[in-house]
Each structure stands twice: as C-alpha cells, then as structure tokens.
C-alpha cells in the first residue's frame, strides 16, 4: 500500500461527488485504516429511532478547506439569469471546468460555434477522473459562463446555447 493518506478535503470531495451522484445509493471506501460508508437509505433501526450519525474521526485531522458555499460573491454565477429560450449546459458534478482536452489543446468550443446534442463542450474533472460534457441540444454556442480550471457547483450554468 501506498503512504499517501486521504485528507480532510479528499473526504469533502469524495462525499460532495456521491451526494451529486443521483444514481448511487451505498458507498463503501476502506483505505489502510480508514473506512467511510455513506447511505442515502438509513437501515431499518435507524429510521425508527432518528439516531444522528456518528462523526467520522479523521487521520490526521486539520482545519476544513472553505466550502464552495462560502466563496465571495464574484465567485458564484447566478442560473437564473439565463435569457428566455436559451438552453444551458449545466454542472452534473462537482468538479474542475477545463475548456479544452489537455493544457495548450484548442478549446472544444467557443462563442459563436454552432453544436449538436453529441458535441463536447467541456470536461470537468473529480478526483483524477475527467467527464466529458455534451450539449445535448442543437445550437450555437451564446456564452461560456465559467474560466479554464475553476470550480464548478453541481447544477451551475456552464454555457448557455440558442438552440435551433
């Protein structure tokens, strides 16, 4: 086994990346000593007697990174201000925006290109793993709402495109 050890801020993302995960329902980790469960199904007793979870004890525990939640202002991009019959691409997870397949690569799209509901738009990564982002609608590309390599919440607005 390796000496590389889960830190606080791996655990904050692993648990923000299975609660975006709609599809999963259990999620068992055991890593050296560490072991984390996560249910969004309480077993049968617990239902009943509305036990509150026992804190995990964290290796090493250090300050918790800043949420995402408690970034300023500036940071955060409001959906709600997407112009009437626009569609958007949104943020299935939480994770890093790249606007292209590898540093210096041109990007997958731009202001102005005309998509397909196939056409990748983006890829966001979590945790080493990088996801590649459709369309999923017939358009041309209106705005690109968030930087190369930065944060993006589960549901933000990633683009928005005047579909056809």
Same mark, same amino acid.
């Given at each position: 086994m390796s000496d590389t050890k889960i830190t606080p801020a791996d655990?904050?993302?692993i648990l923000k990346l299975v609660e975006s995960?709609?599809?999963?329902?259990?999620?068992?980790?055991?890593? &050296? *000593?560490?072991?984390?469960?996560v249910s969004r199904h309480a077993p049968p007793a617990e239902r009943t007697a509305h036990a509150e979870p026992?804190?995990?004890?964290?290796?090493?525990?250090?300050?918790p990174p800043p949420r995402v939640e408690d970034a300023p202002p500036a940071r955060r991009m409001p959906s709600a201000d997407v112009p009437t019959g626009?569609?958007?691409?949104?943020?299935?997870m939480v994770?890093?925006?790249?606007r292209a397949s590898s540093p210096g690569a041109?990007?997958?799209?731009?202001? &102005? *290109?005309?998509?397909?509901?196939?056409?990748?738009v983006c890829i966001i990564e979590v945790m080493k793993?990088?996801?590649t982002i459709h369309a999923e609608?017939?358009?041309i590309v209106r705005e690109i709402r968030v930087e190369n390599s930065q944060p993006v919440e589960f549901g933000q607005v990633l683009l928005v495109i005047e579909p056809e």
């Open positions: 655990l904050e993302a995960a709609e599809h999963l329902g259990d999620f068992h980790l055991k890593y &050296g *000593d560490l072991e984390l469960r026992a804190p995990i004890p964290l290796p090493h525990a250090a300050p626009m569609a958007t691409v949104k943020a299935p994770g890093t925006f790249y041109p990007p997958f799209v731009d202001v &102005g *290109d005309r998509v397909q509901p196939d056409t990748v793993l990088m996801n609608t017939a358009g």
